[in-house]
């Protein structure tokens, strides 16, 4: 089923429908304030296992719980004083929390981990969707696993159709990439993934924190992955004399593809502007990695913002996405 709505201007009765696949244990993709989610009812095994079958998702890669309300999490996580001070001040937003998990969340949802990522999306079709379901949403990006996760509905369209229940399509998505994910059991709290919510506001709120490495054991079980990847492979050309190494190294190439960002437009047809900062960066990533699929590039030349802030979760996606080749 699929199911179009006006993000600004649509009503309960719209989402209904998909509610109830929720409540009967289906498997619905949603837009998020970051990417599309493909989401299942959190308490049952049976839907949270759709879900990685959906995707093609290794067993390992725990998912996110979504929420629409914080009362939500009293059956869900041990909510520690840091956890709520971030929660004041960044929910609903694009900051998932690791929590102590409790007994009523399945291992299938954590991938056997005693931790729980939770998060409460912006998104106000998310949030009716989780509301109306009365249910807590695990849910990852609504992508096949490996590929660059959806920021469009024709995204998850492409990757999901016939594979999910229930598609509702509520526009594109406001951030472009993946919630801030911060391991809050350690101590410092640990950024395993960079997003929009920065290590520096973060920082704000609670003072020191860390990047995880995630290099080696990872402690976030997704990052081991091949992750964001299209169909040719990536390159990461970075400084000042970025453009004349790609020239050079796109010579080998029949059809180069450059994902562009403080330069002139490179000579090549198949060339994308990034954007004019690192949030518009953000919001085209995924976008242009798909774009370049439907080009038919031979192989992608990107070109990365500095590091800090927003850029560090451009970063960690390209770099991510090129398996960490550089030219
Ligand atoms: O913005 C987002 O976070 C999107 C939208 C749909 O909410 N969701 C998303 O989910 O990106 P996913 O599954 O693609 O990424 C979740 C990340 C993975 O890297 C996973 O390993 C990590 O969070 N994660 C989940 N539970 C964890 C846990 N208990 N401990 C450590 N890492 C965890
Ligand atoms: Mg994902």
């Not at 729980?116 to 912006?122: D, I, K, N, Q, W």
């Not at 060339?271 to 919001?283: C, L, R």
């Amino acid at each position: 089923m699929r199911i179009t709505v006006n993000p600004h201007a649509f009503t309960d009765m719209q989402l209904e429908n998909a509610a109830a696949i929720l409540q009967g244990g289906g498997i619905c993709a949603f837009p998020t304030e970051t990417v599309y989610g493909l989401g299942a009812n959190a308490f049952d095994e049976k839907a949270v296992k759709k879900i990685f079958e959906a995707k093609g998702r290794p067993q390992d890669n725990p998912l996110i719980v979504h929420v629409s309300d914080r009362s939500q999490l009293d059956d869900i996580c041990t909510v520690t004083p840091l956890a709520e001070m971030l929660m004041d001040r960044f929910w609903g937003g694009p900051l998932t929390l690791i929590l102590p998990k409790k007994e009523a969340v399945p291992y299938s949802v954590t991938a056997g981990l005693e931790t729980v990522a939770v998060r409460l999306p912006s998104h106000p079709v998310a949030n009716a969707l989780i509301r109306l379901s009365g249910l807590p949403i695990a849910a990852p990006s609504a992508n096949l696993s490996g590929k660059p996760s959806p920021t469009r509905a024709a995204h998850v369209i492409a990757d999901l159709e016939g594979r999910a229940d229930c598609i509702i399509d509520g526009g594109d998505c406001l951030w472009g990439v993946e919630s801030t994910v911060l391991d809050l059991t350690v101590s410092p709290p640990a950024v395993l993934r960079p997003g929009a919510v920065t290590k520096e506001e973060l920082s704000e709120v609670i003072g020191e924190v860390i990047y995880g490495t995630g290099v080696g054991a990872p402690k976030s079980p997704g990052m081991k992955y091949t992750h964001y990847a299209p169909n040719a492979p990536v390159y990461i050309a970075e400084g000042e004399d970025a453009l004349a190494r790609i020239y050079s190294a796109a010579e080998k190439f029949q059809k180069p593809g450059v994902l562009y960002y403080q330069t002139e437009r490179p000579k090549f047809s198949s060339s994308v502007f990034a954007g004019k900062n690192e949030k518009e960066y953000a919001v085209n990533l995924f976008f242009a990695l798909r774009e370049f699929d439907k080009m038919g590039v031979d192989v992608i030349f990107a070109m990365p913002p500095k590091e800090g802030g927003m850029g560090d979760a451009v970063r960690n996606r390209l770099f991510k996405s090129a398996g960490g080749k550089t030219i």
